[in-house]
């Protein structure tokens, strides 16, 4: 049975993790049917931007699902978390089209880490985030200990972790962690109007400029020369043509996504 809602407007892709009386906690079957939800939309030429939310009102995620794991041994443990980095978290941060986080409740463990791992956060008045691991005797295990110190620093991240506690959606935009705060019955207008800005833009830049700054954060990687490999492409695709000759024109430019 499905645990995701999928639905299209127009050209926005909006996926709703629908476990609601689990607080939409994210268990194998879920992370699957996540990873391909988003291959799907990756790949559908009529999607330009990704939408990701939980169910309900109370919970984007609550987190990795604790029933399904608690016996595990080391091996299964790691499995799970390699298998996890690999199917979801790493696929949806390296998705060559915006996927943007609409928090619009409990975002902890798992749930917070799959939010870090969309491109763009916007939580509601009433989201609360954290990664409480440690207060069940482990660490985060899908790469919370690394985006949370990327997007928040490292100070906060350190602090957050230890303590395990949960901050309201205000101090989470004032750590950076989120983009924007807004009333729960605004979250989706605003996620909306965030992917239309995001369209009226050349889909292979913003694919370049998604692969360019995930570089920066790779340590297999060098982000600047990432940058000036990726910003010299550029120059080869119709899209740019396009773009300079409508600025120069003065006329709005029309993408082909080439
Ligand atoms: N894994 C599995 N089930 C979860 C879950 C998780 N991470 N988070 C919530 N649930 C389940 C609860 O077990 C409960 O199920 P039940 O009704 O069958 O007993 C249901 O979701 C509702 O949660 P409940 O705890 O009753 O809601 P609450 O409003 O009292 O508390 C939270 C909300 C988010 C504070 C609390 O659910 C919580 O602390 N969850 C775990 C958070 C966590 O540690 N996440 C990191 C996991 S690594």
Redesign the pocket.
């Known amino acids: 049975m499905s645990n995701l809602l999928i639905e299209k407007e127009e050209r926005l892709q909006i996926i709703t993790i629908n476990r609601p ?3 939409n ?3 194998r079957e879920t992370i699957a049917e996540l990873s391909e939800a988003v291959k799907t939309a990756a790949a559908d030429k009529e999607v330009a931007v990704i939408v990701i939310r939980g169910a309900g009102e ?2 984007f995620v ?7 794991f608690y016996k595990y041994d080391r091996d299964e443990a790691k499995a799970l978390s390699q298998s996890g980095h690999t199917t979801l978290f790493d696929l949806v941060e390296n998705t060559q089209k915006p996927v943007i986080a609409a928090v619009n409740g ?1 975002a ?4 917070l880490e799959l939010a870090m791992s969309c491109h763009i956060r916007v939580a509601s008045t009433n989201a ?1 985030m954290g ?3 440690v ?2 005797g ?1 660490i ?1 295990g899908y790469g919370g200990t690394q985006r949370l110190a990327q997007l928040a620093g490292k100070g906060k991240a350190f602090e957050l972790i230890s303590t395990a506690g ?1 901050i309201s959606a205000a101090e989470a935009k004032e750590i950076g962690l989120v983009n924007h705060v807004v009333e729960q019955d605004e979250l989706m207008d605003k996620c909306k109007q965030i992917a239309q800005q995001m369209m009226k833009n050349s889909p292979t830049a913003i694919a370049a400029a998604i692969r360019t700054i995930n570089a920066g954060y790779s340590d297999k990687v060098n982000g600047f020369e990432k940058e000036i490999e990726e910003f010299a492409d550029c120059f080869l695709t119709a899209d740019f043509k396009e773009g300079t000759d409508a600025f120069l024109s003065k006329r709005k430019p029309n993408f082909s996504g080439e």
């Open positions: 009386d689990k607080l906690a994210l268990n109370k919970a609550a987190g990795a699902d604790i029933a399904e409990f902890l463990g798992g749930g609360k990664l409480p691991e207060s069940l482990v985060p949960m």
